[in-house]
């Protein structure tokens, strides 16, 4: 792909034709406002995968800014080049007026996936891969972003099972003022931090907690609370989580601290940042003792 090639619909000279453009190799997996395909790109005969939003829910979610300048998922998404980041190589407007994003496409399963089934890729592996998605939404923030959506259904595992990849950017927004008012309560509600639940003023430090809950989830396979499929599961997180040594009493001591830092409810008392999470277990050298 030439550069002007990769770039021309961000310039806005020209929309996607989606079937003159790619072939569909995968039916479409249908996310809470896209579908995903896995595709091959005809111009230059690789495997990628499509990403493309519907305008409806897409506008719904983005009238909540209404005045600001907030940029599209695709703008946000192809900012980032990081190993434990999905790469977004273009993004713009398909001929029917849907926004799509084209990226590297991983072989390998969903932590949400991993999790479901037990999945022992990630045994031996899990301070490595808690490690990699800290490092991930460390990126995110000094780039001047929000992700809001950490959790397993966003973690991709490479297919050697050596990297987890963050991916979707759908519900991001700048780590600015405008865009951290009371009241925009988007996410999955297991992995809420109670700032966002009782829709106050949030800052970066809700996706420290979502990523608390999920580095928890991954190193017991449970929730620091109780589980739900509606944002009232998100309600109970005001409360004192449960200790993640009740389901792993061979974590190590540090690990355990560091994610429960994260978890804290209280946001004097939650990690400010996922550099000093990183560094709270930069000695780590093994997940359990």
């Not at 995968?49 to 983005?62: N, Q, R, V």
């Not at 891969?129 to 809001?148: D, L």
């Amino acid at each position: 792909m030439g550069l002007m090639d990769r770039f021309r619909p961000i310039f806005g000279q020209g929309k996607l034709d989606v079937k003159e453009r790619f072939e569909l190799l995968r039916e479409a997996i249908s996310g809470t406002m896209s579908k995903f395909y896995r595709a091959r790109d005809r111009k230059t005969d690789k495997v990628v995968g499509l990403k493309i939003l519907d305008p409806a829910k897409t506008a719904a979610f983005e009238a909540r800014f209404k005045g600001l300048k907030k940029p599209t998922e695709g703008e946000i998404a192809i900012q980032f080049r990081h190993p434990a980041i999905v790469e977004t190589y273009e993004h713009g407007l398909t001929t029917t007026g849907a926004q799509y994003l084209v990226m590297e496409f991983l072989e390998g399963a969903g932590l949400n996936s991993l999790l479901l089934s037990g999945n022992e890729q990630l045994n031996g592996r899990r301070l490595q891969h808690i490690r990699q998605v800290a490092e991930a939404v460390s990126a995110v923030h000094a780039s001047g972003f929000i992700h809001r959506d950490i959790c397993p259904r966003n973690l991709i595992l490479t297919g050697d099972a050596a990297t987890m990849k963050l991916t979707d950017f759908g519900l991001s927004v700048p780590a600015k003022r405008p865009f951290m008012q009371p009241g925009n309560r988007t996410g999955t509600p297991n992995y809420m931090a109670p700032e966002l639940v009782r829709r106050y003023a949030t800052d970066q430090r809700l996706d420290v907690f979502a990523f608390g809950v999920t580095a928890f989830e991954m190193c017991t396979n449970q929730l620091p609370w109780p589980r739900g499929s509606t944002g009232m599961a998100a309600m109970s997180h005001n409360r004192a989580p449960t200790d993640i040594r009740q389901y792993r009493p061979q974590i190590h001591p540090q690990l355990a601290k560091a994610i429960h830092t994260c978890i804290e409810p209280e946001l004097k008392k939650r990690c400010p940042s996922m550099d000093e999470f990183l560094q709270m277990i930069l000695q780590l050298e093994h997940e359990d003792q």
